[in-house]
């Protein structure tokens, strides 16, 4: 059985949704940095970072980043059609949110591990002027990689469920709805999928893209 840290309204979404298209057996340890417990002490333990989601397979390998899990999945069980499409494109569009989108959150929430103890008007600098690179960064994702989030059936694909996750945090949808309108419908047709739906609708029960 899979292993799954993680907490409601985190990238764990992602890989719940993944291991259901897989039809694999797992289960969610709720765990994260900010979060004490039984569960995040068991993360640290494998993962000194404590960062989510981390999985562990049923052989005992710990797998850590969310677009590394994605393409193992999607190697591993290739009927779940996770990497079903442009291969190529895919995986270029996962190592993208990596780096540009999740990346930029994580300095968006945590601006101290970057400046220390730097006063605050330096931290809302840093916070503001991330947030729109950020903004710039989904802009030129919906630009390069629009045709790239189903498979050949109408699924949504490992990089579709990776964008409308990641694409939910710090303003990005309402972003996308007034610079690229036709982008965030695609990230709709994610959103209303019949497995990423409840998935979504568990993890942030009061959200509305604008």
């Known amino acids: ?33 900010w979060q004490d417990g039984e569960g995040s002490d068991a993360l640290a333990r494998i993962n000194p970072l404590k960062q989510i989601p ?16 994605l393409i193992h999945l999607g190697l591993e069980y290739p009927d779940a059609e996770l990497l079903a499409g ?15 989108c999740y990346s930029a959150i994580g300095i968006i929430d945590y601006p101290q591990r970057w400046l220390g103890d730097a006063d605050e008007a330096a931290q809302a ?17 919906a630009e390069q990689f629009a ?14 469920i990776m964008a409308a996750a990641v694409s939910r945090w ?3 949808r309402e972003v996308l709805s007034r610079l690229a309108p036709g982008f965030a419908l695609t990230l ?9 739906a409840p998935v979504f609708a568990r993890h942030w029960p009061d959200w509305t893209a604008s």
């Open 86 to 100: 442009n291969r190529a494109q895919i995986l270029r569009g996962l190592l993208y949110i990596a780096a540009n």
């Open 147 to 160: 045709d790239q989030l189903f498979t050949p059936t109408d699924a949504p694909n490992a990089l579709g």
């Open 170 to 172: 710090d303003e990005a």
């Open 1 to 33: 059985m899979y292993t799954l840290y993680g907490t409601d309204e985190s990238g764990s979404c992602m890989i719940e949704i993944a291991l259901q298209r897989c039809a694999v057996p797992w289960h969610r340890v709720d765990a994260s940095s």
């Open 125 to 141: 600098q840093l916070i503001s002027g991330t947030r729109r690179y950020l903004h710039q960064a989904w802009v030129v994702f």
């Open 188 to 196: 709709a047709r994610v959103d209303a999928d019949p497995v990423v």
């Open 54 to 69: 981390t999985l562990v397979t049923p052989d005992g390998q710990v797998l850590t980043e969310s677009a590394a899990i």
